[in-house]
């Protein structure tokens, strides 16, 4: 019998942990942050993070496609986002930390909309 419980208690332990497992965090440089100024050519506003696909061009004028984005879209609610926040071909500047292999993919803090408007995605 008291195996029996322990056998559910472990088993409870590790259904209530399983979230926490799932959960990841972003393989990012946070010693320096990266600015890049793009074209949006995709919005992806979807779980688990919000996703933007930019094209940006580079010092030596050929274009790079990167990948930006930020916490889910519940948080990004929260900041006053929504699915209609940004459209294709809208311009934009944002500012985060980048991939620490040197992927084009930015854990974006904050970004400057067409208009100006800064938009913060993590805290307010």
Excluded: C
């Excluded at 890049?36 to 940006?56: A, Q, R, S």
């Excluded at 879209?73 to 006053?80: A, D, I, L, Q």
């Amino acid at each position: 019998m008291r195996a029996h419980i322990l056998a559910i208690g472990a088993v409870g332990i590790l259904a209530a942990a399983s979230p926490l497992l799932a959960h990841h965090s972003w393989p990012v440089d946070m010693s320096r942050e990266v600015t890049v100024k793009g074209t949006v050519t995709e919005y992806n506003w979807g779980n688990p993070h919000v996703m933007i696909g930019l094209e940006v061009r580079a010092d030596d004028g050929t274009i790079e496609k990167w990948s930006v984005g930020g916490p889910s879209p519940t948080r990004m609610t929260g900041n006053g986002w929504d699915k209609n926040s940004l459209k294709m071909g809208d311009v934009i500047t944002g500012t985060g930390y980048r991939f620490a292999d040197g992927q084009k993919v930015l854990r974006l803090q904050k970004i400057v909309m067409p208009d100006g408007k800064v938009m913060l995605l993590y805290g307010r």
